[in-house]
């Protein structure tokens, strides 16, 4: 549809605080500001029309366009090239220079490198999610933008071209020569923030910037195979890290649709539960100890705050709070009019009883290969495991969040028996004191009951809930959490149904939507991408991992130009839901660390 790039068309900046999306084009057309979570000021990726950009590009007519990393870094550099001219803009965000509460800040600047090439800028900006009016003022060298919204949010555009106000917006025409540069920078100026844009800013932190993240990457201790591709996949997991408050948000992007025109179109804004061990277990493999610390210490103030009876949400903000209400946006069309476009996550208050699992698993992995966790936590964790003792026989929404009803799904057992597991070994290690005689009884009934009652004879597989007949590709995680031998042969049965019912190639679907649990919503939708990261690893954990060798480098071929993946891929190979998923990344770091050392292991040097 025209005025929309394919979602894989962008890259990403960001400084540890929120994230912007640069297309092919040149065009900014998401960025959240301040935070991961505030209002956008540009969403013309979810409504071209009213979403709002900022968007700089040459008159190069039929020039080629390509967009790269700086190596090691998250600098991003668009170029275009054409027989007239070629010119290119590095975008980032300064990280690493100011402390936390620093006014954010975004710089463009703009480089024509051959011939003599004339540039069009356009600075629009849209107001919480272009529902507010705003604003504007020119000085020299500067615009004013001051919105109509409950915040009074204010930004300052400097330049160093000549800009005209337009209905609302900075726009102009500039022409540079070959090694002529100009710059942009968007600051945030809410409240009456003094600008920290000084007459060498430019320069100084892009240098500042570049040296920042070839540090940070040049600290990973991962040396396998595949290395520049796990290492842009630790930078992506970096830049959707709070720096504030040391959690992740699982993608830095809400409305992306699952399928295009449908209606699955989530907030993913939000840290949950669930990605806890996954993210601890990435980033210490990779050596991150403080980014796995910072992350822990948010974990535990989430169980130093549990409900009454022990229980938790699944997902929090960023900064820990609690309520997430969702709304629908019905003045935004969506990305190529797929409606509606929904902020806030609704599922928050689900009952979700995997997430336990997770959560126990990255406190025992940290206190193992981190540091030793406090008496107070333990104490809380008692808290945690008993509820889970108490209730792990209920229905629930389970991992995949449906919204068409609760049911016993095999994966919410499974990880009702880790997190018990992991409150044994952890209680064990320690010599923390717990109910020994029930937590080792829950955990036995809870195995027994997946093989009994989530296993299906005929078909010789494990199923997606109690009573069902279709695979589900979350059971992948059966061997990956120690429940399960990779080398069971109701494993390896397992393992050949979802083969049968799931992969296409090396693409893996969640589950079959005409046989699984309903969500509750119409359309259909693509592969899940860290599904088909979760495949490439048990491939080679069950025994064949030249096979898994061969699925993972033909996975890293979906990557797009910059080695960035979101949720699912469509049947055109297209990227769809929200951009870039940590989710997938970090299926993809630890599927890469499995598969290289397998390989190692068996003796094969290349």
Known sequence: MSGYQPIEDYGLIGDLHTVALVGKDGSIDFLSFPRFDSPTIFAALL????????????????????????????????????????????????VGIYPHDHPRVLVRRVKCVRGRVRFDVRFAPRFDYGRAEHSAHAREGQVFYTAR??????LRLHHEVPLEIRDGDAVGQFTLAAGETAGFVLEEATGGMESVVGPDSVSEWFKDTVNFWRNWIGRSRYTGRWREIVNRSALVLKLLVSQTHGSLVAAPTFGLPEEIGGERNWDYRYTWIRDASFTLYGLIRLGYTDEAGAFMRWICDRCMDLNPDGSMQIMYGHDGRKKLTEEALQHLEGYRRSSPVRVGNGAYDQLQLDIYGELMDSVYLYNKYGELISSDLWENLVRLVDYVCENWQLADEGIWEVRGGRQQFLYSRLMCWVAVDRGIRLGDRRSFPYPRGRWHDVRDAIYREIFTEFWDPHRETFVQYKGSKTVDASCLLMPLVRFISPSDPKWLSTLAAIDADLVADSLVYRYRQEGGASDGLTGEEGTFTMCSFWYCEVVARSGDVQKARYLFEKMLGYANHLG????????HGEHLGNYPQAFTHLGLISAAYAIDRSLSHAGWTG
């Open 47 to 94: 409504d071209t029309e009213r979403g709002g950009r900022f968007r700089i590009a040459p008159e190069l007519a039929g020039s080629a366009q390509k967009q790269i990393y700086l190596p090691d870094t998250n600098v991003l550099i668009t170029r275009w090239l054409s027989d007239d001219g070629v010119a290119e803009v590095s975008d980032f965000m300064p």
């Open 149 to 154: 919204d409950d915040a009074g949010t204010c």
């Open 564 to 571: 960035l993946y979101a949720e699912e891929l469509g049947p």
